[in-house]
């Protein structure tokens, strides 16, 4: 069955970095498009990234861009977030979910997430 394990999070300050991994098994990582949602305190899903299944394309948010990127490696089925400047709304539960923006919903799979939290 899919498996996807997070990891990576934590508590950072206003401004730091951190990077979040995804161990991906039970399907076909690699013919896959992923994407990265996040849910804050009290809030819904929120899609954050996604990336294509050769890793081609990547696609972030209009709240994130240009300070995450999304990346993968099919030959590990490893999924990656790399995050900086972050900000105190960036706080939540990060998850990583089969599919890309239109389709992660509807695919409702995605892992148990990770932490993170931006607070000096």
């Known amino acids: 069955q899919v498996q996807l394990v997070e990891s990576g999070g934590g508590l950072v300050q206003p401004g730091g970095s951190l990077r979040l991994s995804c161990a991906a098994s039970?399907?076909?990582?690699?013919?896959?498009?992923m994407s990265w949602v996040r849910q804050a305190p009290g809030k819904g899903l929120e899609w954050v990234s996604e990336?294509?299944?050769?890793?081609?394309?990547?696609t972030t948010a209009d709240s994130v861009k240009g300070r995450f990127t999304v990346s993968r490696d099919n030959a590990k089925s490893m999924l990656y977030l790399q995050m900086k400047s972050l900000k105190p709304d960036d706080t939540g539960l990060y998850h990583c979910?089969?599919?890309?923006?239109?389709?992660?919903?509807?695919?409702?799979?995605w892992g148990q997430g990770t932490q993170v939290i931006v607070s000096s």
């Open positions: 979910a089969k599919g890309g923006r239109n389709t992660w919903a509807k695919e409702a799979s």
């Open positions: 039970g399907f076909t990582f690699g013919g896959t498009p």
């Open positions: 990336i294509t299944a050769r890793g081609s394309i990547q």
